[in-house]
């Protein structure tokens, strides 16, 4: 531990070590992650037997006005500047009452299902993400942790089949967090992802002692349906429900603490057959991985279980077939330890081990077979079927994962910017290494051979021309074999100085189809057709709108968020899927600008 580390550890362990009275909308919330850091960060101390843990009662009891005294003094809250190309990442305010949305170029398919196309993304308070400078350095929030705002074009047709009429809202997702820091009126939690690590440090606990968790309850990630009802959801913290019409929050998906007692992925997925809800919810101490089955009803959890893993492995998404569930077990990690002694919290262990599991619907971790695949990355699964004796699994794969260190610099994203523009091909800093191969995710395949326990690995289906992320399919086909996915495909001629990443077309995969074969490459391309926006118009947020009386498995759209950063104007298109490359079928211009996000799902509404 750095004398920096330790210095901080007595200041704050001076001022309180319990949790103090919270604010009132805090009170019953909950956070296991919170519960984590602060008996493991004890643990920790036990090795510095000079630090006093015996604090009289009367600071306890005034502990939470001292710590914020404490906090008021020693840090200062800086605003993060934006760059010109970054302009679109930042936050707009809520427009309150739906508005009317009447410019639309081309004309909206008459087939087109009527509903509510819905897009989750960060969008921080207080005017946009925070850095703060104290005598134990820097921290600052990454784009990915502001506060959840959801976007929603509503699609309705008069007098039951006439006319279309559009609306757009937005809204906050109003979690515990933020309605706490908006009765505050100012910044409350500490930035504590990237940055110095004894910052980083402090952070974590000034944030538990003072609100009883680590960070922000973001619910900036997802949005998605189950029991009809209508969810948004971020990993550290249980889902929000939203009414779908008004966007107002309804309060926590809350699971008695027996059957759940953590967070649970922003990739939930229907059981194919069943309906029930697969989750899985990862935390910093044992059990560090389980997963759950949710009844169809939404009511109860129907199958618990906890993995057994030996590290928490950063897991963001579950992959289901008619029997199983695939499980992504990768050497993206979160140590404590490793914080506490000066390093990084969450780590891509280059040298650590990877693989995948498959395990019955409501087996254990005993049941689980377990295939060892070379080291990689995968944030995002495109879809997992049964084939004979195998399961396939495709998803995005990228050789190790960029992810900030503890003294992450403004040079370090300057340097990968160079690579991106191909200016270096190669660059080495501290833990990281930087290759063409490594820094984008491509579409990879392992086929699995429940019987043999072979493995059938293709690591780069889709090529190298474009990096390609945040994969959809149409949703009748997850679980089963399909032939198609979309995916948004990065702009790699630039990444902005921030290391925020801009998606500037989509692709259309062909998994049956073969483009070419190179000898030069490992594995033979498949066929790969390309809608690119214009110049500086960018996507988020894509989704299959499957046509409701369609019959192949490509009868449907693709809507999608995109804007135009020449004329800051936001829109949305829609795209026939079977005539991918040609121009959108309908072109929605919205009344206000929509800042560039995460994931989004299109909900059709009978009324």
Known sequence: MTANSYALLQVVTKCSLQRPSLPPKLEHSKNPLSSTFKPILLKELDHFPNISLDVPKAIKDTSFNLLEAFVDFIYEFVDQPLLPCQS???????????????????????????????????????GGLKSTRSIFGESRHMWVEGEGMVHALYLNKENNGGKWKTFYKNKHVQTDSYNMEKDRNKPGFLPAIQGDSPAILLSYLLNVLRFGMIDKYLSNTNVFEHANKYYSIAENHMPQEIDIHSLQTQGNWNFPSESWNRPFTSHPKKAPGTGELVIIGIDAKKPYFEL????ADGKKMVHKADLMFDRCAVCHEIGVTQRYNVIMNFPLTIDISRLVLGGQLMKFEKDGYARIGIMPRYGDANSIKWFEVDPCCVFHIINCFEHNDEVVVRACRARQSVIPGPSSSVNHLETLSKWIKRETSSIDDDSHEFTKESTFPRVCEWRLDMKTGEIKEKKNLSGDEFAMEFPIINEKFSGFRNKFAYLQVVESTELSGSGFTRFSGLVKLHFEEKKTFNMDEEDELIKAEYHMFPKNTFCSGTSFVPKPEGIDEDDGWIITFTHNENENISQVCIIDAKKFTKEPVAIITLSSRVPYGFHGAFMPLTS
């Not at 936050?91 to 639309?104: D, L, N, R, W």
């Not at 759950?292 to 009844?295: A, E, K, M, T």
Request: hydrophobic residues 35%.
């Open 88 to 126: 679109n990442f930042a936050p707009v305010e809520e427009i309150g009452e739906a508005t009317t949305v009447e410019i639309v170029e081309g004309k909206i398919p008459d087939d087109f299902p009527e509903g509510v196309y819905i897009r989750n993304g960060p969008n921080p308070l207080f």
């Open 292 to 295: 759950g089955v949710i009844s």
